[in-house]
T-cell receptor, first 113, second 115 residues
């Protein structure tokens, strides 16, 4: 399983764009990159997933360089409700539903008015 | 997205008793379910992986006789904390996936307090 490294915490203000970078130097060929969001006392919620280049959905964008050794979650125009812990996960999820989903330490994002 | 429901959302039990937590996939058949525990200000720690109809695979350091996992059907997995002690107080979260899907869906979590 590829190990991931993220900043422990980040602060930003409402209306700003927030970029959270995750390092995964040992990513394998079959690994996908997935980001989850977790609010206090709730289970994690899927945000976005990608394999290479750029993926965008209604919530965020995920940028993955060609070497795939890192990825950046981009949250446009954050609001107070985006205050949460964000986890970057890397794993071979496509070929086996039993592949483990291991969480790293996550990034605690705090949004201020 | 698919829905995973945990029950109860919170439970308080006396030390020495057992507590059962249910995890249900409401609109899909889960070939694999995962159980995590999370202490305050910490990340989720994987406890075990279970596949329907087979024994759970526990992570190193997790006592399988203390944390009994049953995955009797494709929509239900249960975690039983046996002879609970205060140090077992934690937030327990389950997740579920189906074959060929790359996303895992998580329950809302169960707050266990042992007094």
């Amino acid at each position: 399983l590829a190990k991931t490294t993220q900043p422990i915490s980040m602060d930003s203000y409402e209306g700003q764009e927030v970029n959270i970078t995750c390092s995964h130097n040992n990513i394998a060929t079959n690994d996908y990159i997935t980001w989850y969001q977790q609010f206090p006392s709730q289970g994690p919620r899927f945000i976005i997933q990608g394999y290479k280049t750029k993926v965008t959905n209604e919530v965020a964008s995920l940028f993955i360089p060609a070497d795939r050794k890192s990825s950046t979650l981009s949250l446009p125009r954050v609001s107070l409700s985006d205050t949460a812990v964000y986890y970057c996960l890397v794993g071979d999820l496509l070929y086996s539903s039993a592949s483990k989903i291991i969480f790293g330490s996550g990034t605690r994002l705090s949004i201020r008015p | 997205g698919a829905v995973v429901s945990q029950h109860p959302s919170w439970v308080i039990c006396k030390s020495g008793t057992s507590v059962k937590i249910e995890c249900r996939s409401l609109d899909f058949q889960a070939t694999t379910m995962f159980w995590y525990r999370q202490f305050p200000k910490q990340s989720l720690m994987l406890m075990a992986t279970s596949n329907e109809g087979s024994k759970a695979t526990y992570e190193q350091g997790v006592e399988k006789d203390k944390f009994l996992i049953n995955h009797a059907s494709l929509t239900l997995s249960t975690l039983t904390v046996t002879s609970a002690h205060p140090e077992d107080s934690s937030f327990y979260i389950c997740s579920a996936r189906w074959e060929t899907n790359t996303e895992a869906f998580f329950g809302q979590g169960t707050r266990l307090t042992v007094v």
